[in-house]
């Protein structure tokens, strides 16, 4: 299975943008996701037509399961 977690941000000018990552740990905790978004608030390097991430709004992990079936 894959997991992808989603983050929501507050931007300057007050609206919300989301970043999403592939390839994350099942277990990854709480604590290590608010962390990880504290981060990319700090290192500012992101730029959206919002302006600058300024805070946390959320974050949620997906799980996906994909099958596949042999149609040969």
Known sequence: MEYSLAMTFVT???????LT???????????????????????????????TLISKYGAQLTQRQTTKFNVQ
Do not use: R
């Open 21 to 51: 990552i592939t390839g994350v740990k099942n277990d990854i905790s709480q604590a290590e996701v608010s962390s990880l978004m504290d981060t990319i608030i700090a290192k500012d390097i992101f730029l959206t037509k919002g302006g």
């Open 12 to 18: 300057t000018s007050g609206d919300k943008a989301s």
